[in-house]
Structure formats: C-alpha cells, structure tokens
C-alpha cells in the first residue's frame, strides 16, 4: 500500500507541483488549501506525513500544527514545515522534535525527497491514549 501525504498549503501551483512530484515517486497525495479543512483532512485521512506551509490566510502553519499536535489521532503525524518564510522563525514558535522538520521552499528536489523518506521511514507510532475523566 502507498503511503499517504497531506499536503496543506494555500499555493495551488506548489501544490499542484509537490502533488506531481510526490506521486511519481509512488506516494498516495491530498492536498488542502487552508488550515481549517488541512486539520479535517489529517483527522479523516490520517495520512503518513503532512507538509505544511506556515504562511496562509486564517490559520497560519504553527496554529495548524499545535491543533494536529493537541489531537490524539494526528499527534504523531510527522510534519515538514515547507515554506518560504525564514525556517529559525517557525523554529522559534514550534517545540521541534523528531516527527518535525523544516524545509525551505525552493529547496532542491533531492533534498525534498530525502527529507520526505527520512519522515515515512520513521517507525509509525500509536496516537497517544486520551487523558483521564474528571
């Protein structure tokens, strides 16, 4: 089976682009123009890896993050932050761990694509359990 990306960017031509790209490699692609239906899409979907651009109208990229990273069921999704906005900025605002990642726009391709198999050969982990009653 595929392995699944979500791509949420509000750039239809990158979209479009990173789509093609993605799939002729193999991998199973949707893309979401905003924030709001990127985080309905992950939540249904539970794709392998998110990309996510950090500046788009409404919901910016960290705000996305933090709501994926604040539900059990999309908590563990690794992310690539791809953006054109400064990458020590997001960094600043996002706690980085292993599951996240930050790549330039514009990047060379190769360095796309060995980021985006670095992510999905990551041990795939169980959505944390929910928190207790009270």
């Known amino acids: 089976m595929a392995k699944s990306v979500l791509i949420i960017d509000d750039d239809e031509d990158l979209s479009a ?7 002729s490699k193999g991998f199973s692609v949707s893309c979401a123009p905003d924030g709001v239906s990127g ?11 998110i990309t996510l651009d950090f500046n788009m109208p409404g919901t910016n990229g960290v705000e996305v993050y933090n709501q994926l990273r604040n539900r059990p069921e999309t908590a563990v ?8 906005t400064l990458i020590g900025i997001i960094r600043r605002m996002v706690l980085e761990n292993s599951r996240t990642k930050f790549l330039k726009k ?6 796309l694509e ?5 992510m999905l050969a990551m ?3 169980a959505p944390p359990p929910p928190p207790p009653p009270r």
């Open 114 to 118: 060995a980021c985006v198999n670095e």
């Open 17 to 23: 682009l990173l789509k093609d790209l993605l799939q």
């Open 106 to 111: 514009g990047c060379p391709t190769r360095e």
């Open 77 to 84: 999704i690794p992310v690539i932050f791809f953006s054109s």
């Open 39 to 49: 985080v309905e899409k992950a939540r249904t979907l539970l794709p392998d890896l």
């Open 123 to 125: 041990p795939k982990l």
